[in-house]
């Protein structure tokens, strides 16, 4: 069985602030992903990132990066100098990548006040 | 195309009544999934096609949740007899898959149909 862990449920910061969201993923597949999704108000999920189990790279992506390491089963996701427009329920999923059919965590509320 | 489609975005109906939504998924993407989303949770996972075969339904999907995706495009959803328990945000979801299967475009989600049953 698989599980995702987002044990954060909402986090607030000032804008500019660095912020980090984790994620715990717990399966027994040896080789696996892992996703981020950005859902703001609006709705729809937007895709962020996807990470194979055995690329342990950490990944930068503008103001964006991911930490990576399987042998904590942790996927945490960094926002540097954080902006109001990061607010938003940023949802962890893994799951099996032959088909996105993903196992969500709970998600983190990120409120970035001016 | 700009992205996967939802009709309707809002739904309210009565217990008891059957409700039908759709999806169209951007048009090159030959797979589309089915998700439910409730207040302050992740989606579930409920169901997918790979054009229009239906490959997978989640035990969540119980016998009064029907989906179709008749000629591989757009799908429907439909819940009969509603019950309160049913509402719910229904987030539907394309990717492309290419031939052999190993390779799998990530998911681009639509808005979703937020379902309320009173």
């Known amino acids: 069985a698989q599980k995702v862990t987002q044990a954060q449920t909402e986090i607030s910061v000032v804008e500019k602030e660095d912020v980090t969201l984790d994620c715990v993923y717990e399966t027994r597949d040896t080789t696996y992903y892992l996703f981020w999704y950005k859902q703001p108000p609006s709705g729809e999920l937007v895709f962020l990132i996807r990470?194979?189990?055995?690329?342990?790279q950490n990944e930068i992506s503008g103001r964006y990066s991911w930490n990576f390491q399987k042998s904590t089963s942790s996927f945490n996701f960094t926002i540097t100098a954080s902006q109001v427009v990061d607010s938003a329920v940023y949802f962890c999923a893994g799951g099996i990548d032959n088909f996105n059919k993903f196992y969500f965590g709970s998600g983190t509320k990120l409120n970035v006040k001016p | 195309d700009t992205g996967v489609s939802q009709d309707p975005r809002h739904k309210i109906t009565k217990r008891g009544q059957n409700v039908t939504f759709r999806c169209d998924p951007i048009?090159?993407?030959?797979?589309l999934y089915w998700y439910r989303q409730t207040l302050g949770q992740g989606p579930e996972f409920l169901t997918y096609f790979q054009n229009e075969a239906q490959l997978e339904k989640s035990r969540l999907l119980s016998d009064r949740f029907s989906a179709e995706r008749p000629k591989g495009s757009f799908s429907t959803l439909e819940i009969q007899r509603t019950e309160q328990g049913d509402s719910a945000m229904y987030l539907c979801?394309?990717?492309?898959?290419?031939?052999?299967?190993?390779?799998?475009?990530?998911?681009?989600f639509g808005q979703g149909t937020r379902l309320t049953v009173v």
């Open positions: 048009s090159e993407h030959n797979r």
């Open positions: 979801a394309s990717s492309l898959a290419y031939q052999l299967g190993v390779l799998n475009t990530e998911a681009f």
């Open positions: 990470r194979p189990s055995f690329d342990e």
